[in-house]
């Protein structure tokens, strides 16, 4: 492992995420250990993440989400590693993902360096998107559009 980047205990695992986005390099992986308590260090499984994690949030049943700049994974105790959706919905945009969180109804929100995005669940699976979501960019109200300005993305006021 090399650069961690969070330790997520749930009640009965601990998942570690590590990862490194650098210049053209970008990994992220996690491993999950069932016995917190025992001092032996062996792991229950590990996972490969399309790019480095940069936000976590645990869940109610003990599945984690975690976001990076290329999509969303809930991974869980017995091992499954679910890839929920890719972050090229929004085409060209790469946005700077730093926080997630999920409501009672499935709706994950998350936060970027000035945005924030929401998926919500629509049962129908797209071909396109390989997804189960629809996607939002929730931009204040005096922002009709997002455009760049001194490379950063900005509120477009026209």
């Known amino acids: 492992m090399h650069n961690i980047k969070g330790i997520i205990p749930v009640s009965e695992a601990i998942f570690i995420f590590s990862g490194l986005a650098h210049m053209s390099g970008d990994f992220g992986n996690v ?3 069932s016995d917190p308590h025992d001092m032996h260090v062996s792991f229950e499984f590990a996972a490969h993440l399309a790019s480095d994690p940069r936000a976590f949030v645990t869940q109610a049943d003990d599945s984690v989400l975690a976001a990076t700049k290329l999509g969303v994974w809930r991974l869980t105790p017995s091992g499954d590693v679910n890839h ?3 972050m090229e919905l929004f085409q060209g945009y790469s946005f700077y993902i730093n926080s997630i969180t999920e409501t009672a109804d499935r709706t994950i929100y ?6 924030v995005l929401r998926f919500r669940e629509t049962g129908v699976r797209h071909i396109g998107t390989l ?3 629809s996607a939002d960019l929730l931009l204040p109200d005096q922002c009709r559009r997002v455009v760049m300005n001194q490379n950063q993305r900005v509120c477009g006021l026209q």
């Open 131 to 133: 997804s189960d979501h």
């Open 110 to 115: 998350l936060g970027s360096e000035a945005f």
């Open 31 to 33: 491993l999950m250990r």
């Open 84 to 86: 929920l959706f890719w």
